[in-house]
């Protein structure tokens, strides 16, 4: 069942492939009108179902994380969100059965635009159908069902998977006890749409992209390079960039002679992150996550957002932001807390001040493993 | 005199060009070492110098404006500054004799990259010497010379004008009495530099650059629109673009039905500002002056940032910064006032809450003239 025609697939041994059944005689039917006849998805799991099948946490990723969450005996080496997953932990792996899923439309074993469409043997490329955050959070329902859970114990994610796990709790109401939503968004708004729809157009003005029918051979590097700094530009903030480079200029025998070449440690910093990242992530993915992130709007579940967040039904949520972080502010999770309580919704909301910008929630392990930690125990019958 | 070989030159009646003479014999010595033979600089002026040549007031501008900063019965269309320089405004040109160079390294009339080396009877293009803020600085110093003028009432300026009018400041010290700096830096710091490099690198990547030696029928077109789109995103502030576009999508007849073609109205004005933009601005030019600032150190005209800014020799500063800018933030604009202060100059500080970012000094004229004005107006003798 493995989506074996992926060039991105990290098929480890931790990795399992499931295909989805039971999405009806068509596939998986689409939010914005389309189809998927075959829905593979790639994911890791740790921890054991309990035999109520009332432990399952489901986690979401952001734009670029493989399933690998965590290590396992199976892959020892160390997950995107190592330090919140494992026996112990904050996310507690003795206590839970934890499932973390490649996004649909990712590259990294799940279906997504660089795998082969069934229906004419080739690539779907920018054929792929419409995909929406939505897509995103049915698609984790089906893998859960597959996996015997009938009601999640909790749906986790921060920045895009923030939204997913949102979007699965106004989807499936009362299929969801608990919900932990990360610098997510209820609507993405001009700034961040702007940031991300260059992304995608420096991407798509590369001629290598060639309207998203590139060969494995000659893929859109440059464009997808240029298009990942600005990425990683907006996930950081300026203190903690000013404390680690400050104005430190590169060794002479770093620099190229070409005109206006890198100069400064934090545009080296950004070449090599970028280049380790091009290698390894399909193009036409990070179009169609980009996108889905910009057609997020909670308003699309009602008359309105507070209309959509009224149809969660959870026993509790907890919402955290982060201070410096200028792509999904501070003040977009207060809204998101907020008009969850004024819609009946028990929140609890957290604050988090780390220079990290968006991305803390990778990084500040300090802060960010009590918070959830103690939200998750307290869920906890005594 | 004027520089005819230039392909961008806006000259209209109120565009006077000179040639910079009193540099000595090789031409203008430049700050990291190079040296241009011939120098001529685009200028406008408002006002009439008075019989003591002691009310000149030059304005340097940030990276992309021409010397129009106002209109005039020459040219009547409305200067970038409009709103700051006229008969009565805060600029009063009723009182001064106001100068408005476009910034040497430019490519509306002054000398740059497009310009003609004379040495070669080609042009510079990427064989242009280093440029730095201090050489704008110097070349606005020679041409108050050239004007008559010995010691300069106020040099005013935004942006890299601001660096360049704080560097005329530290260069020619007793040489200017007021100093006026809006959203500028006491250096570059890592996020900006990262800002401005990938903006340079995106030009770099469009294949139409060629090294920097692109022919006028074919330039870096699609590197200069997603360039200036990124310039532009870090211009400007969240909150102005919520109010503005919030998520308001484009009537189906503006849309193209090429993949992840725009759909938004916020993708829709950045394009429109791009196009606007590319057309009329040397990619070259943008290069120079973009690194320019990133260069910019005031560290380096001492032993550190305070060391270089005790050089300064004015009767009172004003340093301006505006609470929502990410580029030139707030911090670095209290930084500048109060390593000022602490090394002897008068500074009067002024925090101005816009929702504009960091143009807003060419918006918000509501906040902006009461303060430009009020300073001018009391330096002058009661």
Redesign the interface.
């Known amino acids: 069942m493995a989506d074996e025609e992926n060039a991105y697939s990290f098929t480890t041994e931790a990795t399992r492939h499931i295909e989805l059944t039971g999405l009806g005689g068509e596939g998986l039917n689409l939010w914005r009108g389309g189809c998927l006849p075959e829905v593979t998805l790639a994911y890791e799991c740790w921890g054991e179902l309990s035999a109520g099948a009332d432990n399952a946490i489901l986690i979401f990723t952001g734009l670029s994380p493989s399933a690998h969450a965590a290590s396992s005996p199976a892959d020892p080496s160390p997950g995107w969100w190592e330090y919140m997953i494992g026996p112990g932990k904050a996310i507690d792996t003795e206590r839970f059965f934890v499932v973390c899923a490649n996004s649909l439309g990712g590259c990294y074993g799940s279906t997504g635009p660089g795998s082969i469409d069934p229906r004419t043997g080739r690539k779907y490329g920018?054929g792929f159908p419409d995909l929406t955050v939505e897509d995103i959070a049915s698609s984790g329902y089906y893998l859960m069902r597959e996996l015997g859970v009938e009601k999640l114990y909790a749906a986790v994610g921060s920045s895009m998977g923030g939204m997913s796990s949102i979007a699965y709790g106004m989807m499936y109401p009362g299929e969801l006890s608990y919900l932990i939503s990360i610098s997510a968004a209820t609507?993405?708004?001009?700034?961040t749409?702007?940031?991300r729809?260059?992304q995608?157009?420096?991407i798509?003005?590369d001629?290598d992209w060639n309207?998203?029918q590139y060969s494995d051979e000659r893929k859109p590097l440059?464009?997808m390079s240029?298009a990942r700094?600005?990425g990683l530009?907006s996930y950081?903030?300026?203190d903690e960039?000013?404390s680690?480079?400050?104005?430190s200029r590169l060794p002479p025998e770093k620099r190229s002679d070409?005109?206006?070449a890198?100069e400064?440690?934090?545009?080296n910093y950004?070449e090599y992150n970028a280049q380790k990242f091009i290698h390894s992530f399909d193009p036409n993915s990070y179009?169609y996550l980009s996108?889905a992130m910009?057609w997020f709007?909670i308003a699309e579940h009602g008359d309105s957002v507070a209309d959509g967040l009224a149809r969660l039904d959870v026993e509790r949520a907890l919402v955290i932001g982060v201070t410096t972080d200028?792509l999904f502010?501070l003040r977009q999770q207060r809204e998101i807390a907020s008009l969850m309580r004024d819609t009946g919704t028990d929140v609890e909301f957290v604050e988090i001040d780390s220079v990290n910008g968006h991305d803390a929630f990778l990084i500040d392990d300090a802060q960010f493993s009590p918070v959830v930690g103690k939200f998750l125990a307290d869920s906890l019958p005594a």
Do not use: C, M, Q, Y
């Open positions: 920018a609507r993405a708004l001009p700034l749409i702007a940031l729809s260059l995608r157009e420096i798509r003005s001629p309207d998203g440059s464009g240029l700094k600005l530009v950081r903030a300026a960039w000013n680690k480079f400050d104005r070409k005109p206006f890198h400064f440690e934090i545009e950004l179009l996108r910009d709007d200028i502010p």
